[in-house]
T-cell receptor, first 110, second 115 residues
Framework: GQNIDQPTEMTATEGAIVQINCTYQ??????LFWYQQHAGEAPTFLSY????GLEEKGRFSSFLSRSKGYSYLLLKELQMKDSASYLC???????????FGGGTRVLVKP | GAVVSQHPSWVICKSGTSVKIECRSL??????MFWYRQFPKQSLMLMAT?????????EQGVEKDKFLINHASLTLSTLTVTSAHPEDSSFYIC???????????FGQGTRLTVV
């Protein structure tokens, strides 16, 4: 089976930085995805990590440590539009099957 | 990126009726399609995986006879919620993948309300 844990909710101020952690235990691992999801909409792809280290994409960065079963998504220079749920998802070695964590709702305040 | 179209975006139906949701890959051949359900303030829960031309694989706890999945072509999968009840009201999302790509692409989602 797979356990994917992330905090339920986080609050941050506009312009600040927020780090969303994700820990996982899985019987097979072929990468970890981060998605952003606004209420009532489908998830949109943010990042993919399969090797250890940091991947940076503009204001968003994602880090992976396979030995620790740990990832984080870093959001910098927060904007009001970043208020959304952020989903961590693990893909197993076979197929495109994604297993999602519970999601972290981020609220950005002025 | 690849485009996946899901239809309808929302539907309201009476209890006891059936509802069909379509998921189409518009610019690629989807060898695999996934169906998820999401209740308010919860994450996506995988319901089933469908491969073109074969029977769908359902996750534990998902009723095969209630949620009928058909993947008749490489660009279309359908999910039929049969004899819908209010507790089936949810957000249903499909995603499609193809050989050589790890990422699966999501449809827009369908908001089902059963009254």
């Amino acid at each position: 089976g797979q356990n994917i844990d992330q905090p339920t909710e986080m609050t941050a101020t506009e312009g600040a930085i927020v780090q969303i952690n994700c820990t996982y235990q899985t019987s097979g691992f072929n990468g970890l995805f981060w998605y952003q999801q606004h209420a009532g909409e489908a998830p949109t792809f943010l990042s993919y990590n399969v090797l250890d280290g940091l991947e940076e994409k503009g204001r968003f960065s994602s880090f992976l440590s396979r030995s620790k079963g740990y990832s984080y998504l870093l959001l910098k220079e927060l904007q009001m539009k970043d208020s959304a749920s952020y989903l961590c998802a693990v893909i197993k070695a076979a197929g495109n099957k994604l297993t999602f964590g519970g999601g972290t709702r981020v609220l950005v305040k002025p | 990126g690849a485009v996946v179209s899901q239809h309808p975006s929302w539907v309201i139906c009476k209890s006891g009726t059936s509802v069909k949701i379509e998921c189409r890959s518009l610019d690629f051949q989807a060898t695999t399609m996934f169906w998820y359900r999401q209740f308010p303030k919860q994450s996506l829960m995988l319901m089933a995986t469908s491969n073109e031309g074969s029977k769908a694989t359902y996750e534990q706890g998902v009723e095969k006879d209630k949620f009928l999945i058909n993947h008749a072509s490489l660009t279309l999968s359908t999910l039929t919620v049969t004899s819908a009840h209010p507790e089936d009201s949810s957000f249903y999302i499909c995603s499609a993948g193809h050989i050589g790509a790890l990422e699966a692409f999501f449809g827009q989602g369908t908001r089902l309300t059963v009254v």
